[in-house]
C-alpha cells in the first residue's frame, strides 16, 4: 500500500513538473492551478497562525504562492533546478511557499 501512495505522489508530481516546464503558457497555468489548489489551505493555516483575520490570511496565503511559483519558474527557466524524481517535488514547492508564508507575515508585522 505504501509503493501504491509513494507512485501517486510521484505521478503527481511528475505531471506538475512536465506541464510546468514543456508546455508553455497553458502548461504554466494549469501547473499553477495544480499548485494553488495543493497548497491553498496549508499556506492559510500557516499564515492564520500568525494573522487576526481570515481576511488577511487568505490574502496572505494567496501571494505566499503565488510569489513562491514566480520563484520556482524563475529558477526553472534559468536551469538553477531540475526534478529528477528522487524526491518530492511537492516537498520543494511546500518548502518555496512555507518561507513565501513566513515572509509575508513578516512584512504585515512590520507595517503594524
Known sequence: MANLNYNNEQTKDRTIFQEWKDNGKDGWNKAF???????????FVTCRLHCYDDATAE????????????????????????????????SFIWRRVSFRCLDEIRKLLREQ
Do not use: P, T
Not at 519558474?73 to 529528477?84: A, F, L, P, V, Y
Open 33 to 43: 492551478e495544480r499548485v494553488f489548489h495543493l497548497f491553498y489551505h496549508r499556506a
Open 59 to 90: 490574502q496572505l496565503a494567496v501571494e505566499a504562492i503565488y510569489n513562491a511559483f514566480l520563484e520556482i519558474d524563475g529558477m526553472m527557466k534559468s536551469c538553477q533546478i531540475e526534478w529528477r524524481g528522487e524526491q518530492a517535488f511537492s
